[in-house]
């Protein structure tokens, strides 16, 4: 992190300084959440959560060099203790964020979407980085939260930040883009993930577009052509439309899949077309390399460096990781699920050689048309050419539901993954079996079961 004097940070935040007075020229050079993981110099932020308050840690905070800690109550004071007070731990934090970003003075690329937002930001992470030094979200870091901590991580050294932004409700992604003030808006899709929340693909639609909120003027939103809630859009700002069915701006053509290794396909821009290697199976691959594409010609890359940078790109772990045991080939998806991430790893199971078995768990935040949802993707399953389908846990049975209605030959549900593993024996050597779910199922414990067979 940039290095900031406590009174800076005090008047970033509009705080309160606590503390004696030469503590005003205290620099900060980090920030940290977690108490355990202080290092010298860091401002501690207590969240208060639902069910542990933070603040409690303050005194741990300070035993392991915490310089400073934000606060949203009264403390006493110990000699060589600062505090910052402030009206929210989470706001103060979207403050310094949008304070690091100005200051340092580098274009951010904001990506949100209801499907492929993490993808989509490894691959212009990895095109990008070609040219530049890149800093990109990690892991699930792209909350209230999250992004703070990872814009905390940017120092000179970066010329680039590459932010995920996701969010649950209205006003989420709204705080997010007001403190990145992003120059590239990219949105991937509108789908139907988080309906739960927010009532319909409209109320969805209008959530991801948030991401408008803090854009710059002269900012440019790269946006997806051959979704229905987006192809429409307008904003006063500058768009770069990409796809595959709408050929218009950027868009692929010659779409070959080579089995659950690749796939690769015909890149076409303003001024000429490129043939792309994407080291990931799926159709929708396709898309998140044309928006990382649109993104990096922005950015004045060559096509060389982008095609180095798509054939160079490595997913996030647990989507779409493609394992080779003794016995099986394991699509590992289970980062999350919902119906159109489902169809996609389905149709890269089905090019797969061999026996085709989809292990499948609940999709989560569907809202009232969940069963009917879980229900339509069984009978997906069915028109895949899937030899077998073995749903796991609670709403999952739909699955099966769906399924019967086709010719799908073997179903099987199981009412945990441990009732599964002790059948196994259902799968034969030389299957591809993929395992997806919402991340709360943790479907990670079964791939890792599979492996153990080795």
């Known amino acids: 992190m940039i290095p900031i004097t406590l009174e800076k940070l005090t008047e970033v935040v509009n705080g309160v300084f606590v503390g004696e007075k030469e503590g005003l020229q205290k620099e900060v050079i980090?920030?940290?959440?977690?108490?355990?993981?202080?290092?010298?110099?860091?401002?501690f932020a207590p969240i208060v959560g639902e069910k542990v308050d933070a603040h409690r840690f303050i005194p741990k905070a300070f035993e392991t060099g915490a310089v400073c800690c934000f606060s949203e109550q009264e403390y006493e004071v110990k000699k060589g203790q600062y505090f910052i007070r402030v009206k929210g731990v989470v706001k103060a934090m979207l403050d310094l964020a949008e304070y690091i970003i100005k200051e340092l003075n580098i274009p951010v690329v904001a990506v949100t979407g209801s499907v492929g937002k993490t993808t989509t930001k490894d691959v212009i992470a990895s095109i990008l980085e070609q040219k530049y030094c890149v800093l990109k979200t990690a892991g699930n870091y792209n909350t209230n939260i999250g992004m703070p901590l990872m814009v905390a991580q940017l120092t000179k050294e970066h010329d680039i930040a590459v932010l995920e932004m996701g969010m649950n409700s209205f006003g989420e992604i709204h705080n997010l883009s007001i403190a990145a003030k992003p120059k590239f808006a990219v949105i991937t899709n509108i789908g139907v993930a988080h309906i739960e929340m927010l009532g319909s693909r409209e109320g969805i639609l209008k959530a991801k577009c948030e991401i408008f909120d803090g854009m710059k003027e002269n900012g440019i939103a790269i946006l997806n052509a051959d979704n229905d809630k987006l192809q429409n859009l307008t904003i006063p700002q500058k768009i770069i439309?990409?796809?595959?069915?709408?050929?218009?701006?950027?868009?692929?053509?010659?779409?070959?899949?080579?089995?659950?290794?690749?796939?690769?396909?015909?890149?076409?821009t303003e001024k000429e077309i490129f043939k792309a290697v994407i080291p990931v199976p799926g159709e929708h691959m396709v898309n998140n390399v044309l928006a990382?594409?649109?993104?990096?010609?922005?950015?004045?890359?060559?096509?060389?460096?982008?095609?180095?940078?798509?054939?160079?790109?490595?997913?996030?772990?647990?989507?779409?990781n493609v394992i080779k045991t003794k016995d099986f080939t394991i699509i590992n998806d289970v980062y999350n699920a919902n119906p159109v991430s489902m169809k996609a790893s389905l149709d890269v199971l089905a090019k797969a050689e061999g026996r085709k078995v989809a292990i499948l768990g609940f999709m989560g935040e569907l809202g009232e048309n969940?069963?009917?949802?879980?229900?339509?993707?069984?009978?997906?399953?069915?028109?895949?050419?899937?030899?077998?389908?073995?749903?796991?846990?609670?709403?999952?049975n739909y699955y099966d539901e769906g399924a019967k209605q086709t010719k799908v030959q073997q179903i099987y549900h199981f009412d945990t993954q441990e009732e599964f593993w002790k059948h196994i024996s259902l799968l034969k050597k030389g299957d591809t079996v993929l395992i997806k779910a919402s991340r709360s199922r943790q479907f990670e414990k079964t791939v890792a079961k599979l492996q153990e067979k080795e």
């Open 30 to 43: 980090g920030l940290e959440i977690d108490s355990r993981k202080i290092k010298t110099g860091d401002i």
């Open 241 to 268: 439309w990409y796809g595959v069915e709408n050929k218009k701006g950027i868009y692929a053509d010659n779409i070959i899949s080579h089995g659950v290794e690749s796939i690769s396909c015909d890149i076409h």
């Open 292 to 320: 990382a594409t649109a993104v990096a010609l922005e950015l004045g890359l060559t096509i060389e460096q982008i095609q180095k940078g798509i054939a160079d790109f490595v997913p996030t772990k647990m989507r779409m």
């Open 370 to 396: 969940e069963i009917q949802m879980h229900q339509e993707i069984g009978q997906y399953v069915g028109t895949k050419n899937i030899d077998m389908l073995i749903s796991i846990g609670e709403i999952a």
